[in-house]
């Protein structure tokens, strides 16, 4: 499918033309402009233009030209056109559509999450001197004088220079007063903030091309030794390079700028600026050095069964059966067929790993996408994917928003993952599913895989919607992993506080590292301790913003929220008894990466989780660092257990597993056999012999027979049963709405008007409304509505819309247009 053929002489040039514009606003409908004469040859669907809203301006996208002239109001010209071509295509387009439709918000926070910040261009105010205003400054002050006279010798300010002039505190107040006595105007203007790099790029001056020429300068050469080294030193890295850097140059001669500009002055070399990449791509080749196994090969014929009757396919295989092998098989047909490829993954942690992994196969034919690049390196990438020249992408959730000319095909590894979801804010799309509608604008095919699907996946499976296919074999016939349960009641202390190590998994974790294996612990809580208590009353720190305890941190020595990101001085007098006895409650990873310390002083321990991988390159370098074996102990969040691929990790604790079958969620099970089941599947990838040691109190968990003996299957019937009874999916969609003001009785009674609403249609799908348990959140009270409704698209759609006509009701009264009502669809 073509995306970039875009017809912009379908309408009469005589007649009005107007133009729908996405603006990056929370607008409930997109805005009409008209088109002016000049500016009818330059639009077309996608492109940037300029336009205004309340004195302010904004670059939209035209996402549709038409003559209708609204009826309501009379449209306001565009004022540019900022593109030759467009920036998106229509198929994006459609999809940013339907994200906002099915997920109940608007194209403009689709648009606001989908283009790097970038290519959005940011609006800025400029002073510009009222030439009527005259030069009697005598009622301005001191401050307003200092801009005025600035104003009259230059005719117009930018902001940021009237900042340096005054106290950045003063700034506003002085150029209202200055716009109030006519001294100025303002102006707001658009400014690009894109900026390609360049870089000085050395060459031989054209007289120097003839070989004879350059052999007699060589030859005749008698002064200037250092030139003469930094000339030879040009010629051997433009045999071997191809093309010479300034920068290159000078390091390789250790040559100083005054000797290249001698040569440049005698017309022997030339200095060029030339626009270049921010991120080094590597030479495109296809290099496939491995054989599938037979189970393997036979999984991989039927996925292209599959592919030729479903458009989406889940591969079901236990963990190290081998599937990345099969999604690079897959990726090398789709590029020799011209195809792009989008490879989602939850996580970023996992793109370090398996990118190198795809580049010993695909070279510069693969980029990486996620949030940590800079917003001009997301640019370059979005560029080279709208062109085609990036044929595969590697990324997480928000690399589905790029704009792909030819896509082919979509992988969603570990597709079960909760992080899929998008929580805040909105667009609060989930990943997997938006990417099998943007797949079918495509006709491209979707291939999901996991060793733990999600249960709405398997039963789409079951129900003929999607097909399926299995690995039940790790490759190599390797082993799975043994588990064995730790009973931690019979170890508790009589504080019935938690044991971080018991006997059993001090004495395996001693085993492995005298066998030289490496060693993961999974605990599912960072920080050092996640409450303190007071011994003398029981008073427990909170939160000032949110109603939750405070985590301490050792290595920052704080008391920090996990829900606001608040940070406070640690606590010693308790606030309601004076008493300065306090004992830190159960562990987090900083906890756990330090009583390791005190028990293997000889271990190399590291820590993976949220506080000690923010960097860019974080994820990646601890990563490496444990391919390497250079660290013996890794403890972790989430982060260590999902795909991760490691040779000589032969045991994995999972030091709390109480704290992962205890939520109060319908997913519970589910994600608790996720959880367990996958941190399994780093033990013993090589040669079989992993162990898994799962500390729990409560043993007869029936989640923990069925990871026990790795059955996904009886989990499956286990909860599909209890799914159906009580209306959840994949029997029913839910929506549940969320409303927040800073006073809990107000976003109460909001809630209540929400459900009255509602009621007339809906009164048997309706939960609530009730608070959750946590309650508050950043000084805002919270309320939520959940509404279950059965997978009937007629009454789903009516109720979407029935939810934002209730929505502009209630803000539209006075006492609750402050509330904040947050739909999210389909919740995690």
């Known amino acids: 499918m073509n995306n970039n053929t875009t017809d912009n002489h379908l309408f009469a040039t005589t007649a009005t033309l107007y133009a729908e514009v996405i603006i990056p606003l929370a607008l409930p409908t997109n805005y009409t402009w008209a088109i002016p004469e000049h500016l009818k040859e330059a639009v077309q669907p996608g492109i940037r233009v300029e336009v205004q809203l309340r004195n302010k301006k904004y670059a939209g996208i035209i996402k549709t030209l038409h003559q209708q002239k609204p009826e309501a109001f009379a449209p ?38 989908a283009v790097p910040s970038n290519l959005k261009l940011s609006s800025e105010s400029i002073l510009i001197w009222n030439e009527e205003y005259g030069i009697d400054f005598s009622d301005l002050n001191d401050e307003e004088y200092l801009v005025a006279e600035a104003l009259e010798v230059k005719k117009e300010l930018r902001l940021s220079e009237v900042q340096q002039l005054l106290d950045a505190s003063h700034v506003y107040p002085v150029i209202k007063k200055l716009i109030d006595k006519q001294v100025c105007f303002i102006w707001e203007e658009l400014k690009e903030k894109y900026k390609p790099k360049t870089e000085t790029f050395i060459v031989l001056h054209p007289d120097y091309h003839n070989e004879e020429k350059l052999e007699k300068l060589l030859n005749e050469w008698s002064r200037a030794p250092k030139q003469m080294e930094l000339l030879l030193a040009y010629l051997h890295l433009i045999k071997t390079s191809g093309e010479v850097t300034q920068s290159e140059l000078l390091k390789k001669a250790n040559a100083s700028n005054a000797q290249l500009k001698g040569l440049i002055e005698k017309e022997i070399l030339k200095a060029e600026k030339r626009s270049t990449d ?23 014929d039927n996925i292209q069964t599959i592919f030729n009757t479903k458009q989406v396919c889940l591969l079901h295989g236990v963990t190290a059966s081998g599937k990345t092998q099969l999604y690079i098989k897959l990726i090398e047909q789709s590029i020799k067929q011209g195809k792009q490829v989008l490879y989602l993954l939850p996580e970023i942690a996992l793109t370090a790993q398996i990118i190198r992994r795809l580049q010993k196969h695909f070279g510069g034919y693969i980029a990486i996408y996620h949030s940590k690049f800079n917003p001009n390196e997301r640019v370059e990438i979005w560029n080279k994917i709208k062109s085609g020249e990036t044929k595969v992408v590697l990324g997480a959730r928000s690399s589905l928003l790029l704009p792909f000319k030819e896509l082919g095909l979509v992988i969603a590894d570990e597709e079960h993952d909760a992080s899929y979801k998008q929580q805040d804010p909105a667009p609060r799309y989930h990943a997997r599913d938006a990417a099998v509608y943007y797949a079918s604008l495509f006709n491209a095919k979707v291939l999901l895989g996991s060793a733990t699907p999600s249960i709405e996946s398997y039963y789409n499976c079951l129900q003929q919607k999607y097909g399926l296919v299995t690995l039940t074999e790790r490759f190599g016939n390797v082993e799975l992993p043994s588990i064995e349960l730790v009973d931690v009641k019979k170890l508790m202390p009589k504080d019935k506080s938690k044991v971080a190590f018991t006997p059993a998994l001090t004495e395996a974790i001693q085993t492995s590292l005298q066998q030289h294996k490496q060693v993961i612990l999974f605990q599912n809580r960072r920080g050092y301790s996640p409450y303190q208590i007071c011994n003398t009353c029981g008073w427990i720190p909170h939160c000032k913003n949110c109603d939750v305890t405070l985590t301490y941190h050792k290595a920052k020595h704080t008391l920090s929220c996990h829900y606001c990101g608040t940070a406070y001085p640690v606590i010693n007098t308790c606030a309601a008894c004076g008493s300065h006895n306090f004992t830190q409650k159960n562990f987090g990873t900083e906890k756990i990466e330090e009583l390791l310390s005190e028990q293997f002083p000889e271990a190399h321990i590291a820590r993976m ?62 994600r608790a056999f996720q959880l367990m089941e996958q941190v399994s599947g780093r033990a013993g990838r090589k040669d079989g012999k992993g162990k898994v040691l799962i500390q729990v109190s409560n043993t007869h968990h029936p989640v923990l027979q069925f990871v026990k003996e790795h059955d996904y299957q009886q989990l499956f019937n286990y909860e599909i049963q209890s799914r159906q009874l009580y209306q959840y999916p994949p029997f029913f969609r839910l929506i549940v709405l969320t409303f927040k003001h800073k006073e809990k009785h107000i976003a109460e009674e909001a809630a209540n008007l929400m459900m009255h609403g509602l009621k007339t249609n809906f009164a048997n799908y309706l939960n609530g409304p009730a608070q959750p348990v946590v309650d508050r959140v950043r000084n805002q009270y919270l309320w939520e509505i959940m509404i279950k409704l059965p997978k009937d698209a007629a009454l789903i759609q009516q109720c979407k819309r029935e939810i934002l006509q209730q929505t502009a009701i209630i803000q539209s009264n006075k006492n609750y247009r402050s509330v904040s009502i947050v739909p999210d669809v389909d919740p995690i």
């Open 76 to 113: 306001k010209d565009l004022l540019n056109v900022l593109d030759e071509e467009p920036l998106v295509y229509p198929t994006q387009l459609q999809f940013w559509q339907w994200i906002a439709q099915y997920y109940l918000c608007s194209e403009g926070e689709v648009m606001q999450a």
């Open 609 to 670: 989780d949220y506080d000690t991988v923010k960097g860019k390159n974080d994820h990646d370098n601890l990563i490496k660092l444990f391919e390497q074996q250079r660290i013996d102990v890794l403890v972790g969040t989430q982060m260590v257990v999902k795909g991760l691929d490691f040779e000589h990790v032969n045991l994995v604790g999972i030091i709390d597993a109480d704290g992962i079958l205890n939520f109060t969620d319908f997913r519970v099970n589910e």
């Open 278 to 300: 921010r991120i080094k791509s590597l030479p495109k080749n296809l290099v496939i050095d491995f054989e599938l196994s037979e189970a393997q090969q036979k999984a991989y």
